[in-house]
């Protein structure tokens, strides 16, 4: 499976801004979609993740309330919906699927496949 992400860009504290995720290839391996970022300087941390089938999601603590995830299953593609944006949320986005699993959706470990990254910028 083949992922794009997209959506990133500089916003101010505040603001919103919309990622996309597009699934191509063999997608029935994307099992569950998730999320990471990684901020200058930090590991790469667990954003969010949703499973394609059932809808389940599961946020990280520091986004709960302020990020929203969804799939568009006739265009294949993932989006992350982020508002209340902070300059503490500025860091590279990336999507990453797994085939089966749920219980581990925020270890990196369990993923198979990843997207490129898109920046995402808050200033203050």
């Known amino acids: 499976v083949q992922l794009q992400a997209s959506g990133g860009g500089l916003v101010q504290a505040g603001g919103s801004l919309r990622l996309s995720c597009a699934v191509s290839?063999?997608?029935?391996?994307?099992?569950?979609m998730g999320w990471f970022r990684q901020a200058p300087g930090k590991e790469r941390e667990f954003v969010v993740a949703i499973k394609r089938y059932g809808g389940h999601t599961a946020y990280a603590d520091s986004v709960n309330g302020r990020f929203s995830i969804s799939t568009d299953a006739a265009k294949n593609t993932v989006y992350l919906d982020m508002s209340s944006l902070e300059p503490e949320d500025t860091a590279v986005y990336y999507c990453a699927a797994n085939s089966a699993v749920w219980s581990a959706r925020d270890q990196e470990s369990v993923y198979h496949s990843w997207g490129q990254g898109t920046l995402v910028t808050v200033s203050s």
């Open positions: 290839g063999r997608t029935s391996s994307a099992y569950t």
